[in-house]
């Protein structure tokens, strides 16, 4: 009989090591993926798609630009013309800045992939400088404290140890929730650098005009915000790798798997916090 409860313990005492040393491996492979994904221009993340947006936006959204760019150009002509008493205190001047402005307005909206990769271009320099300095590791190496683990489980009753087994699962499955969601913030955030990429010639077509040119001011925030929000996103994986490295093992082990999911749902959250962190700073909207 003390023998089949004996087998039955050790089972159990596996089992929860086995749980607890594959607990994080999902979510620091998730983090370890970030600072890669994060530092990558929308062109060099996925030079397929890029190909295709690119494709789309000039032969597509740009005729649509160019519709608007005149429109603006001809109402800014017309606005001008009026406000100086129909001409009568009209000062030619007004034509040549008219022209040049018109001139840099038609650059800008030609060259609107080129600004889009140097803006993602001084981001994903700002982030590989992040990442060289965020040098502490995310991963927990259980193996090291695997032996003093076993002498702490061989020591609790069958009751206790069958609670552990089933609460080292649970928050397994939760860990692997988490990291789930980590993969969607920071896909998610590269297909939405996609989508507003794809409709760039419009808004910089706005960009000219002093009543219309919130329109692309406000863009051009939208997109610093998106580029800087892959730094923000650094600043979190730092601050988890802290975190992660004060968690003691050689204690309680139900405090240790605690926190370690309450780290890693703290990471989760700042992670989707950043986004409308990074448009607050750049006050886009």
């Given at each position: 009989?003390?023998?089949?409860?004996?087998?039955?313990?050790?089972?159990?005492?596996?089992?929860?090591?086995?749980?607890?040393?594959?607990?994080?491996?999902?979510?620091?492979?998730?983090?370890?993926?970030?600072?890669?994904?994060?530092?990558?221009?929308?062109?060099?993340?996925?030079?397929?798609?890029?190909?295709?947006?690119?494709?789309?936006?000039?032969?597509?959204?740009?005729?649509?630009?160019?519709?608007?760019?005149?429109?603006?150009?001809?109402?800014?002509?017309?606005?001008?013309?009026?406000?100086?008493?129909?001409?009568?205190?009209?000062?030619?001047?007004?034509?040549?800045?008219?022209?040049?402005?018109?001139?840099?307005?038609?650059?800008?909206?030609?060259?609107?992939?080129?600004?889009?990769?140097?803006?993602?271009?001084?981001?994903?320099?700002v982030v590989n400088q992040s990442a060289g300095i965020i040098s502490g590791s995310t991963a927990i190496d259980i193996s090291s404290v695997t032996a003093?683990?076993?002498?702490?489980?061989?020591?609790?009753?069958?009751?206790?140890?069958?609670?552990?087994?089933?609460?080292?699962?649970?928050?397994?499955?939760?860990?692997?929730?988490?990291?789930?969601?980590?993969?969607?913030?920071?896909?998610?955030?590269?297909?939405?650098?996609?989508?507003?990429?794809?409709?760039?010639?419009?808004?910089?077509?706005?960009?000219?005009?002093?009543?219309?040119?919130?329109?692309?001011?406000?863009?051009?925030?939208?997109?610093?915000?998106?580029?800087?929000?892959?730094?923000?996103?650094?600043?979190?994986?730092?601050?988890?790798?802290?975190?992660?490295?004060?968690?003691?093992?050689?204690?309680?082990?139900?405090?240790?798997?605690?926190?370690?999911?309450?780290?890693?749902?703290?990471?989760?959250?700042?992670?989707?916090?950043?986004?409308?962190?990074?448009?607050?700073?750049?006050?886009?909207?």
């Amino acid at each position: 009989m003390f023998g089949l409860f004996d087998w039955f313990k050790g089972i159990l005492i596996d089992g929860i090591i086995a749980n607890f040393t594959g607990l994080f491996t999902e979510v620091n492979q998730k983090v370890g993926e970030i600072g890669v994904e994060v530092g990558k221009t929308p062109q060099g993340w996925n030079p397929g798609i890029f190909s295709m947006i690119r494709n789309l936006s000039e032969t597509v959204v740009l005729p649509i630009a160019g519709m608007i760019l005149t429109f603006v150009l001809v109402y800014e002509l017309i606005h001008m013309i009026m406000e100086k008493n129909n001409m009568h205190d009209f000062d030619t001047s007004n034509i040549f800045k008219w022209i040049f402005k018109s001139f840099i307005a038609i650059y800008i909206m030609t060259n609107t992939f080129n600004i889009v990769n140097a803006v993602f271009g001084v981001s994903q320099h700002v982030v590989n400088q992040s990442a060289g300095i965020i040098s502490g590791s995310t991963a927990i190496d259980i193996s090291s404290v695997t032996a003093t683990m076993r002498v702490q489980l061989e020591a609790m009753g069958t009751g206790e140890l069958l609670g552990l087994y089933f609460e080292s699962m649970f928050v397994g499955l939760t860990i692997w929730a988490l990291s789930l969601c980590i993969f969607i913030i920071v896909f998610g955030r590269m297909i939405e650098i996609y989508l507003v990429t794809s409709v760039a010639p419009i808004p910089f077509a706005t960009m000219v005009n002093r009543e219309w040119g919130q329109i692309g001011n406000n863009y051009l925030k939208s997109l610093f915000a998106l580029a800087f929000q892959g730094f923000l996103i650094m600043v979190c994986v730092g601050i988890y790798a802290v975190l992660i490295q004060t968690i003691s093992f050689g204690g309680s082990i139900h405090s240790a798997i605690w926190s370690c999911l309450g780290y890693t749902v703290l990471l989760c959250f700042t992670l989707f916090k950043t986004g409308s962190l990074s448009k607050s700073i750049f006050s886009a909207h």
